[in-house]
């Protein structure tokens, strides 16, 4: 196992305490849960599997209260020691966000209180534990005929995970991202401090968290807003050749109320077979065209749209869905459809999931990287990297679709794009272990760096969503205005850097000073 280093700085002025110390001491706070110091090593791992810091320990909390009293018992030991602390959520990063070397690692799925309790009347919402799974909210939720509004593409997720970064998927558009649908949480501060704050309570610290990578709590409980669900969702996929046309129909589609419930897209570039895949779940609109559809290894773009809706407006529906096609001007032999319940639309990629690790797929590294790219250099994007950069979408789905800025509360420590339109740009790369060809590791990082590099080189104006960076001055760059609140906020709330060291932003420094970093 690799295990690279985020140890913090020492200050060889400060008497440094034992790591056995450390860890004894662990054992004397009283806890309705309990410390694992033997069984730790899955928490070196995560979904990128490619990062691994080993922790010392592992709390699995069963209370608010252990989350708070580990969290005071390191505090209170001062900067004498190394330790920090990571809430895991499932543990879905791809870069070792949730990783804690030689600290503690909360497992934040063993917190099962608060139950999910749900909310009917006319603002409906679910209080939900930090760590509970959003399949299960909405499992819970549907019990009640509603569920949450704004998704991530795959619900085995934590809501403390997604709520930490932003949670989009393609109902963002209209309903903002997943933080954006948040009305209180409850956070355990890196001082121990159990803390409720919403809107109008606490602002600072709600705000704050969400979107703020774990640096400022830990998020114990949230309750989210929902809606009536719907029971079954018309699934639409068509293709297009020229991205400006693509890319025009994505942005009217996101401009206008009425519209598709769900709007996403994905670039196949040199893939000839994949059509035929989807042939097996989707149903073409002229099935004699669609058969003889050849994409001849030319790019692509599918646009892909959902409209919900209810049995008995399956009618209505139709004609809504025919009415908004018509407006679109996708190559007309490749309109797919398909019709399916709503759970097993939001639930969807667990299917592949499923698939994946049956057959060891699913286990390999993801050299991921997700970009937010502003609407007026979409184009220039496109064509450098899907025209030259990338030789074709092999190593996994590219996704690309607009949302509304105006939809998402810039109060939040989310950095987005200056522009009121963005698009999400999602390389969701797995790598063949051990290969070294253009489906290995390597290949996979590299092309990364070109895009990054490019989107650098042209200033862009873009930013990574699920950021990544190796030093503070290219954390200060991505946060820009951002960053002197996020550092105040560090010190208000996480005054030893404590939390989240995964992340890279702070180091738990015996000596460091905050003026010194916001000089
Ligand atoms: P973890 O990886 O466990 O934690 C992520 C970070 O949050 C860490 O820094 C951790 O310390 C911190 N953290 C965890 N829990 C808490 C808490 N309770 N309080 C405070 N901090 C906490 N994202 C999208 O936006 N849209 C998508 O469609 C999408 N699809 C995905 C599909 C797959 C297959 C995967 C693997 C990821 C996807 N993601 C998507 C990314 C995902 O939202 C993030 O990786 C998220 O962090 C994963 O949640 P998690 O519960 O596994 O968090």
Known sequence: MNLCSNLPLADPSLPNLGSSYVLSSLKTIHLDGHFNFDNIYHAANDFGNRHHYLPSAILHPKSVSDISSTIKHIFEMGPATELTIAARGHGHSVQGQAQAHRGVVVNMESLQAPKTIVHTGKMPYADVSGGELWINILHESLKHGLAPKSWTDYLHL?????????????????????????????????????????????????????????????????????????????????????????????????????????????????????????????????????????????????????????????????????????????????????????????????????????????????????????????????????????????NGPILIYPVNKSKWNNRTSLVTPQEDIFYLVAFLSSAVPSSTGTDGLEHILTQNERILDFCEGARLGMKQYLPHYSTQDKWQAHFGPKWEVFVKRKSTYDPLAILAPGQRIFQKATSFSWSRILA
């Open 158 to 394: 934590t809501v403390g995970g997604t709520l930490s970064n932003a949670g989009i998927s393609g109902q963002a558009f209209r309903h903002g991202p997943q933080i954006n649908n948040v009305y209180q949480l409850e956070v355990v501060t890196g001082k121990g401090d159990i803390i409720t704050c919403s809107e109008t309570q606490n602002a600072d610290l709600f705000y704050g968290v969400l979107g703020g990578l774990g640096q400022f709590g830990i998020i114990t409980r949230a309750r989210i807003s929902l809606e009536p669900a719907p029971k079954m969702v018309k699934w639409i996929r068509v293709l297009y050749s020229e991205f400006s046309i693509f890319s025009k129909d994505q942005e009217h589609l996101i401009s206008f109320k009425n519209s598709f419930d769900y709007i996403e897209g994905f670039v196949i570039i040199n893939r000839t077979g994949l059509l035929n895949t989807w042939r097996s779940s989707f149903n073409p609109g002229e099935p004699l065209q669609a058969s003889q559809f050849n994409s001849d290894g030319r790019t692509l773009y599918c646009l892909e749209m959902a409209k919900y809706f209810n049995p008995d407006e399956t009618h209505i529906v139709n004609q809504v869905i025919e009415s908004l096609l018509s407006e679109l001007s996708y190559i007309p032999s490749t309109l797919f459809l398909s019709e399916v319940p709503y759970v097993d639309f939001l639930d969807r990629v667990h299917v592949s999931e499923i698939k994946l690790r049956a057959k060891g797929l699913w286990e390999v590294p993801h050299p991921w990287l997700n970009l937010l790219i502003p609407k007026s250099r979409i184009h220039d994007f496109a064509k450098e990297v899907f025209g030259n950069i990338l030789r074709d979408t092999g």
